[in-house]
């Protein structure tokens, strides 16, 4: 049973970088997307992006030019990076694994349990 | 953006009765090429990451209980629970991938009556 859990520190102070990584068990990398999603209460469920399995990404163009999302097959594992955060930021952060199919992204079936980072001074 | 818009935001149920949720999307969400839409639906339970129930606006996922049933096409979509137990109580939300960014609904909260 494929499980994925979301690791990285809870507190971020303003201006500077959040870093996550979440570690895939029970599975491969294999021919899904992998993807970041966050919640907050103010704005609900927002997707930050996704790689695929040969590393190409899409983000989502609210986030600018702040997100990097990266992928290490040896350690099964894939990574968020969030830049120069504010407090906008604070947010439950999901990592979710992402069928294919017909070569295009589908529904998010696999998800972590998430993990509480807040931007705080 | 496709934005995906939900309602109600809220909705009271009696226990054994049928709930029904709305979702509608800014534009289609039918890929032409499959004559799927690229729709799905969770539902998010307190302190619980959301769990995918229904894919392709329609397909039930593998251990969903049949109570749960997606439907509708293009724009236009639902959300059924046939018979309301105690263990749906929770937040509802759909989701579009036909395009990124990929977009949610801003949720539905089930509750009991």
């Known amino acids: 049973q494929v499980r994925l859990q979301e690791s990285g520190p809870g507190l971020v102070k303003p201006s500077e970088t959040l870093s996550l990584t979440c570690t895939i068990s029970g599975g491969y990398i294999g021919s899904y997307y992998w993807s970041w999603i966050r919640q907050t209460p103010g704005k609900g469920l927002e997707w930050i992006g996704f790689?695929?399995?040969?590393?190409?990404?899409n983000h989502n163009p609210s986030l600018q030019s702040r997100v990097t999302i990266s992928l290490d097959t040896s350690k099964n594992q894939f990574s968020l990076i969030l830049n120069s955060v504010t407090a906008a930021d604070t947010a439950i952060y999901y990592c979710?694994?992402?069928?294919?199919?017909?070569?295009?992204?589908?529904?998010?079936?696999?998800w972590g349990q998430g993990t509480m980072v807040t931007v705080f001074s | 953006d496709i934005v995906m818009t939900q309602s109600p935001d809220s909705l009271a149920v009696s226990l054994g009765e049928r709930a029904t949720i709305s979702c509608k999307s800014s534009?289609?969400?039918?890929?032409?090429?499959?004559?799927?839409?690229?729709l799905g639906w969770y539902q998010q339970k307190p302190g619980q990451p959301p769990k995918l129930l229904v894919y392709w606006a329609s397909t039930r996922e593998s251990g969903v209980p049949d109570r749960f049933s997606g439907s509708g096409s293009g724009t236009d979509f639902t959300l059924t629970i046939s018979s309301l137990q105690a263990e749906d109580v929770a937040v509802y939300y759909c989701q579009q991938y036909y395009s990124t960014p990929i977009t949610f609904g801003q949720g539905t909260r089930l509750e009991i009556k």
């Open positions: 790689i695929d399995y040969s590393g190409n990404t």
């Open positions: 534009q289609s969400i039918l890929y032409s090429s499959n004559n799927r839409n690229y």
């Open positions: 979710a694994r992402v069928r294919r199919s017909s070569g295009r992204p589908d529904a998010s079936d696999i």
